[in-house]
């Protein structure tokens, strides 16, 4: 019986690493395009350098942005100009409920996504917070009360499954934690590629302190950033850690003293994203799916992949122009063809 077993399981994953490889050498970009999801207008640096501060008469917290942008909007969307053009900044503004997810937010979250993901002009996304002292504290739980049980589970699977489509964007993602970062919050943060922290920044999962468990990837994603042990000590007792607690065990690349305006992460994030722009968006894209995908399978399958990705950048124009820059001595001038 086992023996008869052995090939059948030997054909399974065969059949495994034949699609993690085919995925590698399937088109980047669709031929199609979705619309651009356009909550906010595009904005320059200088109005990104300026950061929050109070509104007058005892207004809510506001934060510099232009006044075409509407207070009730739950989901920023802000594409950044000069310089900086090609990073797109996620904010999310729901001060009065901790930032946490609604049905309204992740709606708006997997439509700014799906927007995103088939955008060739993007090159790196942001996600932060425009609430001071806040990313995002998971799942709205007054909002959760009043859902009937039976409402609860596709619930959390829409919270999954918009967090799985950020972890799935085909461009360099990073997380600006400029506060906390509870459940779902922090969920979403380790969707992405990066996460930088603030010291003063708390973060993470404490469902078990609900009697639930991490439902947005958290069980998952957790023990791959940071190993398995250490993972579930994490989750077994729902501890809280800060910025340094954070980056020692490597659950944050960088992190930083918070400044006066509260958005020390941010601007982090916002010099790595920089660091990105002049690299070829082709040569970006193939090397996070390489990576990516390589990482969920053995060493020999994870190379072969490697060499399919590798093969998708040989007939672009900017591989091109890389070497023609080269040459010239001059940067380059890449248009991700």
Same mark, same amino acid.
């Given at each position: ?20 490889? =085919?995925?590698?050498? %399937? ?10 999801? !356009? ?27 232009? +006044? ?26 729901? =001060?009065?409920?901790?930032? !946490? ?8 979250? +997997?439509?700014?996504? *799906?927007?995103? &993901?088939?955008?060739? #002009? ?27 049980? !039976? ?6 699977? #829409? ?31 380790? %969707?992405? *590629? ?14 078990? #302190? ?18 398995? !042990?250490?993972? &579930?000590?994490?989750?077994? +007792?729902?501890?809280?850690? *800060? ?20 958005? =020390?992460?941010?601007? &982090? ?41 590798? =093969?998708?950048?040989?007939?672009? #124009? ?16 890449? &248009?991700?063809?």
């Amino acid at each position: 019986m086992a023996a008869a077993a052995a090939p059948s399981a030997l054909g399974t994953l065969q059949a495994s690493r034949a699609r993690s490889v =085919a995925a590698c050498r %399937a088109p980047l970009v669709p031929a199609w395009r979705l619309h651009r999801y !356009s909550a906010g207008p595009r904005v320059g640096p200088a109005m990104w350098a300026r950061g929050w501060a109070p509104a007058a008469e005892g207004a809510a917290l506001r934060r510099g942005y232009s +006044s075409e942008v509407k207070t009730e909007d739950e989901l920023r969307v802000r594409y950044l100009e000069e310089e900086n053009r090609g990073i797109v900044v996620l904010g999310i503004n729901r =001060a009065y409920a901790k930032n !946490s997810f609604s049905k309204n937010l992740v709606k708006m979250f +997997s439509k700014a996504v *799906d927007a995103l &993901k088939s955008d060739k #002009k993007v090159r790196t996304v942001i996600v932060r917070s425009e609430v001071p002292g806040i990313f995002c504290a998971g799942a709205d739980l007054k909002e959760r009360v009043k859902m009937n049980p !039976s409402e609860v589970g596709p619930f959390v699977s #829409k919270i999954r499954a918009v967090i799985n489509e950020m972890a799935n964007l085909p461009v360099p993602t990073i997380a600006a934690i400029d506060g906390l970062a509870l459940g779902g919050g922090l969920e979403l943060a380790l %969707a992405c *590629d990066i996460r930088v922290a603030a010291s003063s920044a708390k973060m993470g999962l404490v469902e078990t #302190k609900l009697a639930i468990i991490p439902g947005g990837g958290g069980t998952q994603r957790l023990p791959r950033a940071i190993g398995m !042990s250490l993972a &579930k000590e994490l989750i077994f +007792s729902a501890r809280v850690l *800060d910025g340094q607690e954070a980056k020692a065990v490597g659950l944050v690349s960088h992190v930083l003293e918070q400044n006066q305006e509260g958005d =020390a992460a941010y601007r &982090k994030a916002l010099d790595l994203a920089r660091e990105f722009l002049p690299q070829g968006p082709v040569a970006m894209r193939v090397a996070k799916l390489a990576i990516n995908q390589g990482m969920e399978v053995d060493l020999v399958t994870g190379l072969a992949i490697e060499e399919a990705c590798y =093969a998708q950048t040989i007939p672009t #124009k900017d591989r091109l122009e890389g070497l023609l820059a080269f040459k010239e001595k001059r940067p380059p001038r890449y &248009k991700g063809e």
